[in-house]
């Protein structure tokens, strides 16, 4: 499984709408608003890098309020980090 850790930024005014919107994506695992110049975190879990993007691109962006996003993926080998020391 690969996981996406989305920086979004919204609307000012469209917090609740993006929230709920963000939460009813399939593969969303979790949804935190945040203080600051990013609105939310959002944590997307899916099989592959592929997918992740496609979640963001068709899924996250269109919410309604979305402005911006930032899109860090966890990499498979460094997952196993500590193993490695």
């Not at 919107?21 to 979790?30: C, L, M, P, T």
């Amino acid at each position: 499984m690969a996981r996406g850790f989305v920086l979004v930024s919204v609307e000012p005014g469209k917090e609740m709408e993006a929230f709920r919107g963000f939460k009813r994506i399939k593969g969303v695992s979790e949804v935190m608003p945040l203080l600051g110049d990013i609105d939310f975190l959002v944590v997307v879990v899916a099989k592959t890098t592929n997918d992740i993007a496609n979640i963001i691109i068709n899924h996250i962006r269109r919410v309604n309020g979305v402005v911006s996003t930032k899109t860090l993926v966890e990499d498979e080998f460094l997952k196993h980090f500590e193993d490695l020391c």
